[in-house]
């Protein structure tokens, strides 16, 4: 049977039970923490791309995907607590429902991180072009080193995105030599972060060109656009749910917090919620300045967003400023309305703060791929680790690879639908693997429980569903496309050269970590 390999909770444990963490965040705190890991990527990238889906309705988008995104965060708080250990979701599905599910998820976090890190190299592109070079040294970059053929298409020019190209080959050396964050870095990065998108609601809400006939009409291309469409609310909310990964960062520090069954809760829930309300009230600053009405294609139906036929309606004089035209959207509305000083500073803190987020997001990749290969279900090569270095060189560099080509051709758009596909198949597993643990292991130290999981983790899986049934058709088909791929690989060869399958369960807790052999009988040996 191809569900009978399920890893033994108890040897994923022995993993845990080897660190002594000190618990030590608050409420506030944890609060803090998860505004800074959320608030980036999403809001300074896809502003122009969710107006183009939903127009002014791009609000009600943030409240959508908000919404899901709380109660699956619940869900990963919960096991996360219980199973502290490398993986992730890869991990919980292995042992909940066995190794060929925890494979689907494992092959889908891989692409999703992947593509999410190409996704915010186009964004960092777009700042870089805009306000760096344009803005501070007059220097245009042609349309063919600035955008992909997908972008542009070829009778536009575009060739390339040269500079997502550089940063994600940049960022990778920088995780393959062994280059970490630091910790002080890092909050000066999130203060300026803050401090940039405040100004911005504070001088376009308070603009003399705020007007709030902007918002009219405010659903545009409606609530609901249709399965597959893509667009509408609802779609939109599909694409910026992009904005709020990085809240899996809060539940995972769950083992750290003071009292978690408070704390956990008010840390994820008020973090998302705060993030929820700057989303709102930027999206709100932006349309109510200089409109953010999409341009809609002759069916009265919105251009895709990232499309060739988008991208020809913005090189015409009556769409060329406006914002579902633009790659660096908050700077450029600032700009529109005077303020170019200050959109330059919030260029730059986007600039300044987008690497960091690629890099933590190909960390995060690495992880979950070298857990993959010491099971044995991916070759143990891809996994070495440099002897100087102390990082997995090989895995690093061959991400690194795909997520420069992507980025170099993709647009930002259409990557985060392709991220979020498999983010939200990722969450999907977890709220299944919350509520089977209940079951399978009712007395297990449990440090945060999601109050009311009968309710909370049906909610997440429908809110997940409901999200990826509305993302684009081509968006959808990736995942599915992706899946059958690695069916492939799994049973031409991860199953039969898999550490579970031979009776070996190998568990590491981080790649410089021990290696702890724990023999097991299974089915199959």
């Known amino acids: 049977m191809f569900l009978d390999r399920i890893k033994p909770l108890d040897a994923i444990l022995a993993t845990a039970e080897k660190k002594s963490l000190h618990r030590s965040l608050g409420a506030v705190q944890l609060t803090l923490f998860g505004i800074g890991c959320i608030i980036g990527t999403g809001i300074f990238v896809l502003t122009s791309a969710g107006a183009q889906k939903a127009g002014p309705g791009l609000m009600l988008a943030f409240i959508i995907a908000g919404a899901v995104c709380i109660v699956a965060a619940l869900c990963y708080a919960e096991i996360a607590a219980m199973v502290p250990v490398a993986g992730s979701a890869y991990t919980y599905t292995y042992a909940t429902m066995g190794e060929l599910l925890a494979w689907t998820v494992g092959w889908a976090l891989v692409l999703e991180y992947a593509i999410a890190a190409s996704a915010v190299s186009v964004g960092w592109s777009g700042y870089f072009a805009g306000t760096i070079l344009n803005e501070f040294f007059g220097v245009g970059l042609p349309a063919w080193l600035s955008a992909g053929p997908l972008v542009l298409g070829g009778s536009e020019g575009g060739l390339i995105n040269l500079p997502a190209l550089v940063i994600a080959l940049l960022v990778t050396w920088l995780l393959m030599v062994g280059t970490t964050e630091s910790a002080r870095v890092n909050a000066v990065l999130v203060a300026i972060k803050i401090t940039a998108l405040t100004a911005f609601i504070g001088l376009t809400l308070t603009s003399a060109y705020f007007d709030p006939d902007k918002f009219n009409p405010f659903l545009p291309a409606g609530i609901f656009g249709g399965f597959g469409s893509g667009v509408g609310a609802v779609g939109a909310a599909a694409t910026i749910f992009f904005a709020y990964v990085g809240f899996d960062a809060v539940s995972t520090a769950a083992e750290e917090t003071k009292n978690p069954q408070r704390n956990v809760p008010i840390g994820l829930v008020g973090s998302l919620l705060i993030c929820t309300v700057f989303y709102i009230l930027v999206a709100a600053g932006a349309i109510g300045t200089i409109g953010g009405q999409p341009i809609m294609g002759p069916n009265g139906v919105p251009f895709p967003a990232g499309s060739e036929e988008l991208a020809r309606q913005c090189l015409m004089p009556e769409h060329r400023d406006a914002l579902v035209c633009s790659n660096e959207a908050l700077a450029h509305v600032l700009r529109q309305i005077g303020f170019s000083g200050i959109g330059n500073v919030l260029g730059i803190a986007a600039f300044l703060a987008l690497p960091s987020v690629i890099l933590i997001l190909l960390f995060g990749q690495t992880r979950i791929f070298f857990v993959m290969a010491r099971d044995g279900l991916f070759p143990e ?145």
């Open 381 to 525: 090569k891809l996994a070495e680790v440099h002897p100087k270095w102390k990082t997995p060189y090989i895995v690093t560099g061959l991400t690194g690879l795909l997520v420069a080509v992507a980025a170099a051709f993709l647009p930002v758009g259409q990557l985060a639908d392709i991220a979020n596909a498999g983010t939200l198949y990722a969450f999907f597993m977890v709220a299944i693997a919350v509520m089977l643990l209940r079951k399978q292991a009712p007395d297990r130290e449990r440090p945060f429980t999601v109050p009311a999981l009968w309710l909370i983790g049906p909610l997440t899986i429908a809110g997940c569903l409901f999200l990826f049934l509305n993302l684009p058709t081509e968006a959808m088909l990736v995942l599915p496309i992706w899946t059958i791929i690695g069916f492939v690989i799994y049973f031409a060869y991860s199953r039969g050269n898999s550490h579970l399958g031979r009776g070996v369960v190998v568990v590491v807790d981080d790649i410089e970590g021990e290696e702890k052999m724990v023999p097991i009988q299974t089915p199959d040996n």
